[in-house]
């Protein structure tokens, strides 16, 4: 389960600064909106997800923010560790109730200790 | 619990071969649904099944096929490979029905390395 995409974007923070990834996302009917983190030799890990009615989600050490405006997403993570390094990928459900997500392109986080 | 898995890890083939990738899911989830990753194409669904029924699919062509099992257990089948068809290939599996309006997080499993030479 490696991370694929030798081309990725990349985001380089230092260890306990905040982090934000973001994406943007065509689909305007999206129900749910999803942040995965795939590490290197893993598939991906559910890490939140936000309804399209709302426009913040906070979990541990995680926000997500939702701008249906514009269609973008964005993820914050708090104080971010050596082992938050991995791709982080947004996707989307298209429909409530469909299983058949729709993934963005990703984004590499690299933390620097 | 036990996660997501999916055999084999690595798998290496030739053009015009077929192949048989597994996947078993988190005990009592229902759905299975396969994904294809690549550097240029990224992740991209391929289909779900749920009770033995293919109940969403991709673009994908008919040379990718699946199939689930009454325990649950799913396969995935490409035959004539292709050398664009060496990917890592993902498995992923949820209960199989949204709870409260919510969706059905999906949990993956490590994936099928597949090179096609």
């Known amino acids: 389960g490696e991370s694929v995409g030798l081309h990725l974007p990349t985001l380089s923070v230092q260890e306990g600064d905040n982090s934000i990834i973001n994406c943007a996302y065509s689909?305007?009917?999206?129900?749910?909106f999803i942040w995965y983190k795939q590490e290197s030799g893993k598939g991906p890990q559910f890490i939140i997800d936000i309804r399209s009615n709302m426009d913040k989600r906070q979990g541990q050490r995680v926000t997500v923010l939702l701008n249906k405006t514009v269609k973008h997403l964005s993820l914050q993570i708090a104080a971010t560790q050596p082992g938050d390094s991995a791709v982080y990928f947004c996707a989307e459900t298209g429909h409530t109730g469909r299983r058949a997500l729709t993934f963005g392109s990703g984004t590499r986080l690299q933390v620097q200790p | 619990k036990a996660g997501v898995t999916q055999t084999p890890r690595y798998l290496i083939k030739t053009r015009g071969q077929q192949v048989t990738l597994s996947c078993s899911p988190i005990s009592g989830h229902r759905s299975v649904s396969w994904y294809q990753q690549t550097p240029g194409q990224g992740l991209q669904f391929l289909f779900e099944?749920?009770?033995?029924?293919?109940?969403n699919k991709g673009n994908f062509p008919g040379r990718f096929s699946g199939r689930q099992f009454s325990n649950s257990r799913s396969e995935m089948n490409v035959s004539t490979l292709e050398l664009g068809d060496s990917a890592l290939y993902l498995c992923?599996?949820?209960?199989?029905?949204?709870?409260?309006?919510?969706?059905?997080?999906?949990?993956f499993g490590p994936g099928t390395r597949l090179t096609v030479l």
């Open positions: 992923a599996s949820s209960l199989g029905r949204n709870q409260g309006g919510r969706p059905d997080t999906q949990y």
């Open positions: 689909n305007s009917a999206s129900d749910y």
């Open positions: 099944y749920f009770s033995e029924t293919q109940r």
